[in-house]
Nanobody, 127 residues
Framework: QVQLVESGGGLVQAGGSLTLSCTTSGRTFSTYNVGWFRQAPGKERAFVAA????????YYTDSVKGRFTISRDNAKKTVYLQMNSLKPEDTAVYYC????????????????????WGQGTQVTVSS
């Protein structure tokens, strides 16, 4: 069973930055595609960014392009989400998710294609 743990959330003013981390206990972390999703109150869980198993392929939702950067360190079994120029509409619980992939392909933005999920970390952006 793969366990994912998010950290790094918090309260920040609009225009500020936060870096989220997603760490796993899985032994084969380098075989996982990893995605970040977020869920605001009263809304469905939505895709934010994802990264392929080697880090070669990255995919962002349009609203965060140019502001957020996803990266990974397979030696540390950690995926990062650097969030800059934060806006109040970025306020949500952020979840990381993982799925095993047999090869290095573009990661999916679809919630139901990920098998493992963390508990989430709250990000609040004040105006």
């Amino acid at each position: 069973q793969v366990q994912l743990v998010e950290s790094g959330g918090g309260l920040v003013q609009a225009g500020g930055s936060l870096t989220l981390s997603c760490t796993t206990s899985g032994r084969t972390f380098s075989t996982y595609n990893v995605g970040w999703f977020r869920q605001a109150p009263g809304k469905e869980r939505a895709f934010v960014a994802a990264i392929s198993r080697s880090g070669t392929y990255k995919y962002y939702t349009d609203s965060v392009k140019g502001r957020f950067t996803i990266s990974r360190d397979n030696a540390k079994k950690t995926v990062y989400l650097q969030m800059n120029s934060l806006k109040p509409e970025d306020t949500a619980v952020y979840y990381c998710a993982a799925v095993v992939r047999p090869s290095d392909l573009m990661p999916s933005p679809l919630v139901n294609e990920y098998d493992y999920w963390g508990q989430g970390t709250q990000v609040t952006v004040s105006s």
